[in-house]
């Protein structure tokens, strides 16, 4: 890629990512799909534990979030700054769910354990913002910092699973 506007290289940049944002946005969708069905089997358990179903919630944004995402960076000829701004808008409503569950989880338990919590819930929604403003500015590595946005999501929704599932079970 050499030659061109940085937005012209950064659009030609996004569609080497094709293939990422096709898994990303059916595997996000599955799995939120999988923390539905997890939160609706454990909701009569879930519902007693203070800040639960706002983790829960937050874990379900995250991947709609990826979906979202991933999706918007597959729509031809999109000028990079439309999808920077897209994700960096997207995720700030991810991060304003994040911060709730975050004020929730620290009233109903000690502030360190919730930021153990809620930290994963956190982490990729500013990353997805970060990125976002990046893209939107040109800057070619705020793709990665998307990327890193879309897999610490996975492990956060993953490990929250976890939790719906199983350990609230304990």
Do not use: H, Y
């Not at 539905?36 to 991947?63: C, D, F, K, N, Q």
């Not at 729509?75 to 439309?82: A, H």
């Amino acid at each position: 890629m050499t030659g061109g506007t940085g937005a012209e290289m950064l659009s030609a940049m996004l569609a080497d990512w094709s293939d990422f944002f096709v898994a990303s946005a059916g595997a996000s969708a599955a799995l939120a799909g999988l923390i539905i069905v997890a939160v609706s089997v454990s909701v009569t358990e879930m519902i007693t534990i203070p800040g639960m179903t706002s983790r829960a919630g937050t874990s379900i944004a995250l991947l709609v979030l990826v979906a979202i995402v991933s999706l918007a960076g597959l729509i031809p000829q999109q000028p990079t700054i439309f999808f920077g701004l897209e994700v960096a808008l997207f995720a700030l409503f991810c991060v304003a769910l994040s911060v709730d569950s975050f004020a929730k989880l620290a009233r109903a338990n000690r502030p360190g354990a919730a930021i153990g919590k809620a930290a994963p819930l956190v982490v990729p929604s500013l990353l997805f913002v970060t990125g976002g403003v990046a893209v939107a500015a040109d800057a070619a590595w705020g793709v990665g910092l998307i990327a890193a946005g879309v897999l610490l999501s996975f492990a956060a929704a993953v490990l929250d699973a976890w939790v719906v599932l199983v350990e609230i079970r304990r």
